[in-house]
């Protein structure tokens, strides 16, 4: 299906991020949004964090359906938002936002459901959908679930910690965090075992004869090719893994995911958790099944072809 022209009833939705130039949210969404033969724009647009207030309320004003926040918002946008939603509380961190406006009979609706009314009165309900994103990638692409599993975790930054706490919530039996900033690791242990005590959480790789059922890079080790390895092979041997995730997807295959390929590793990269998130957030907004292979094909495609993000063309 071709996308609808832009005319005076489309509507937006997009991505507050800073820097945002490199997302491929656009061409994943537009996609999704073309195959559902919605009137809707997904924008990409940099917001500096001072701005974000003042962006938001603007997104509102202007109708629209609702937005995404990547790096450094989603801490902001938590404090922001109007009402936050359970996937986001424990967190603290917002990635979507949906927009909904207040009828006169004192009902939420969202704006996608007010056709060419402009409700007056506007709210912002937070969720993050990275978590889930998260679970479901593991899942589809590795049959993995978390419930009583051990996953040595490389990385808790940002994402290393929503992940963390998303499989202590989905009852993984232990996990292992190792971080280059020590602080981090064990700030995010105090934080899993003050939610979900029965997980046991350790600093540090596990001991030699500790098998682990996943091994997770959230490192951003893997983006540059002068990147040295996110984990350290003295301490532990990638044999000890059946499978491994790497966050990263670009490049489709980095030296951890090859090394644990040549250790007899299932690997899958980040692609389609990026997928999954923005494929939730967009049934937020329309409250209807997203067409995710044809959302997956956009990505990929933007991601890997020739004239892709990294091209000198792009
Ligand atoms: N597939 C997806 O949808 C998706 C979504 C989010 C993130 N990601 C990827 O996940 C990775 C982490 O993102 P994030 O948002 O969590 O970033 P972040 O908050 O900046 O965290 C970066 C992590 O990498 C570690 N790190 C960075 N440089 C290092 C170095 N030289 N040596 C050792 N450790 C180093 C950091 O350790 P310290 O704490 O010591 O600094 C921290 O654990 C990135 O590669 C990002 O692209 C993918």
């Not at 450094?72 to 961190?93: C, M, T, W, Y």
């Not at 971080?179 to 242990?189: I, M």
């Not at 540059?224 to 966050?247: H, V």
């Amino acid at each position: 299906m071709s996308i609808s022209p832009i005319n005076a009833s489309t509507r937006y939705c997009g991505l507050f991020g800073c820097p945002v130039r490199h997302s491929a949210s656009p061409a994943f969404q537009n996609a999704g949004i073309a195959a559902m033969g919605l009137n809707w724009r997904y924008l990409a647009l940099e917001v500096l964090p001072e701005n974000l207030p003042q962006a938001i309320e603007g997104a509102k004003a202007m109708g629209f359906v609702g937005l995404n926040l990547t790096v450094p918002h989603k801490e902001q946008a938590f404090r922001l938002a109007n009402e936050v939603e359970d996937s986001a509380r424990i967190l603290g961190s917002v990635n979507t936002l949906k927009f909904e406006g207040l009828t006169p009979e004192g009902l939420w609706l969202p704006v996608r459901d007010w056709g060419r009314e402009t409700p007056r009165q506007i709210r912002s309900i937070g969720y993050n959908t990275d978590a889930e994103a998260i679970i479901r990638a593991l899942k589809e692409d590795l049959g993995f679930k978390p419930a009583g599993k051990r996953i040595l975790i490389l990385g808790t930054g940002g994402a290393g910690r929503v992940a963390a706490l998303r499989l202590a919530a989905e009852s993984a039996a232990e996990l292992y965090l190792v971080n280059r900033t020590l602080s981090k690791a064990q700030s995010l242990s105090r934080e899993i075992e003050s939610h979900f005590p029965d997980v046991r959480v350790h600093i540090g790789y596990p001991p030699e004869t500790q098998p682990v059922d996943l091994i997770l890079n959230s490192t951003s080790l893997g983006l540059k090719e002068s990147d040295p390895l996110p984990w350290d092979g003295q301490q532990f041997c990638l044999k000890r893994s059946a499978l491994a995730f790497d966050m990263i997807y670009r490049p489709a295959c980095t030296p951890f995911l090859q090394a644990a390929k040549d250790a007899g590793c299932r690997v899958a990269n980040g692609l389609s958790m990026l997928l999954y998130q923005g494929v939730t957030s967009l049934k937020l907004w329309s409250g209807a099944e997203p067409p995710v292979e044809t959302m997956r094909a956009a990505l990929k495609g933007h991601i890997y072809s020739p004239s892709g993000p990294d091209s000198p063309h792009a």
